[in-house]
């Protein structure tokens, strides 16, 4: 079964405006790790925010926030204030207490137009 | 240099060659991965190391076979591949403590002909 859902495979939006990036997981585990990756053309996989099972409230980097709703297994990547520079693939990524696995989804293409 | 740095970032090579990738991470990471991510697919984790172990082999091909000398180093030995290996390799490092995120290379895009 599919652990980590990334159901928009493409997604765009306009340059200062915000974007919603879904992300759906499952695990049976209680303890585990939420992460969001972009990968721009180049190809190296950029870190850009983590959230605990166990974090209370919403991680925030700069202008990422991620909207974890536990109970729905959601962990969705919100960008606001949309920059050109924004545009790439996005990764949402899973891991499990006690492994060093790091599951990923498929990824959703964003394209910020002027 | 910091980060994670792979080597060559391209590659062709055909069936019967025998080629090698090369991973080096400046960041005194414990942890080292090698990931596959083809077209329209999940990354796929081939290979962890930890501390220079191999701790998963997540049913990877023969013709794939990594080697870990020392912590700062990772490779992935090619020997008779088929095209459907044409993709794009991630090398990762992570401190090793959980959760940890993972560092990533810009890849190595392989082209098998």
């Known amino acids: 079964a599919q652990k980590i859902t990334q159901t928009q495979p493409g997604m765009f939006v306009q340059e200062k405006e915000a974007v919603t990036l879904d992300c759906t997981y499952d695990t049976s585990d209680q303890s585990y790790g939420l992460f969001w990756y972009k990968q721009p053309s180049s190809g190296e996989m950029i870190f850009l925010i983590y959230q605990g099972s166990y974090d209370e409230q919403n991680a925030t980097e700069g202008r990422y926030s991620l909207n974890f709703q536990k109970a729905r297994k959601s962990a969705n990547l919100v960008i606001s204030a949309s920059q050109l520079g924004d545009s790439a693939m996005y990764f949402c990524?899973?891991?499990?207490?006690?492994?060093?696995?790091?599951?990923f989804g498929t990824g959703t293409r964003l394209q910020v137009f002027p | 240099e910091t980060g994670v740095t792979q080597t060559p970032r391209h590659l062709v090579m055909g069936m019967t060659n025998k080629k090698s990738l090369k991973c080096e991470q400046h960041?005194?990471?414990?942890?080292m991965y090698w990931y596959k991510q083809s077209a329209k697919k999940p990354l796929e984790l081939m290979f962890v190391y930890s501390l220079e172990e191999r701790v998963e082999n997540n049913s990877v091909p023969s013709r794939f076979s990594p080697e870990c000398p020392n912590s700062s180093h990772l490779f992935l030995h090619l020997h008779t591949l088929q095209p459907e290996d044409s993709a794009l390799y991630l090398c990762?490092?992570?401190?090793?403590?959980?959760?940890?995120?993972?560092?990533f290379g810009e890849g190595s895009r392989l082209t098998v002909l």
């Open positions: 990524a899973m891991r499990e207490i006690n492994t060093d696995k790091l599951i």
């Open positions: 960041l005194g990471h414990n942890a």
């Open positions: 990762a490092s992570s401190p090793g403590d959980s959760p940890g995120e993972l560092f």
